[in-house]
């Protein structure tokens, strides 16, 4: 497979390079322990982005790509918990596009505007600016990240398999 060295925001909103894929759920314990016995995924870094909330994000890198479980149980971000049953599941989420600098955030929001996309959740913190588009004809969210650099060396840091 040859994949092109550069890449192309020319192509519209899926021309950023994909980094990751993401799930939800809402037990992690239940589901890590699925993605390591089935899916073979052994090691992850686990952490809760804000001390005090219930949520705990997993992250691994297999690859190239990094696969992301998030576990709002109680969070009330219904950006995450709205995909999920009252019973155990894990679904699938988003898949996380790289935009590489500021020229780039700033070609990508105006394609979001021009195309009267629906940002459903952004920010900015010390690890990114980031934004999810809701992409209801994909079935999915695309989540944008534009990584600062202690984004970078947290990534760099992740569980590797």
Not at 77 to 104: C, M, S, T
Not at 146 to 156: I, M, N, T, V, W
């Amino acid at each position: 497979m040859k994949r092109p060295d550069l890449v192309s925001p020319n192509a519209g909103l899926l021309g950023y390079r994909q980094f990751q894929m993401a799930y939800v759920t809402n037990d992690l314990d239940r589901a890590l322990a699925i993605l390591r016995a089935q899916y073979g995924i052994a090691d992850f870094t686990v952490f809760s982005p804000a001390p005090g909330q219930p949520m705990r994000i997993a992250l691994a890198w297999c690859g190239e790509t990094m696969f992301e479980v998030i576990d709002a149980t109680g969070m009330g971000i219904d950006i995450y918990d709205k995909a999920l049953p009252n019973d155990f599941a894990i679904r699938f989420h988003h898949i996380g596009l790289e935009v590489a600098d500021e020229i780039q955030w700033d070609r990508l929001q105006a394609s979001i505007r021009a195309g009267n996309h629906v940002v459903d959740f952004a920010g900015d913190n010390d690890v990114a600016r980031f934004a999810y588009v809701h992409a209801p004809e994909l079935g999915h969210y695309v989540e944008y990240v534009l990584l600062h650099e202690q984004g970078r060396l947290f990534f760099e840091s992740v569980a590797a398999n």
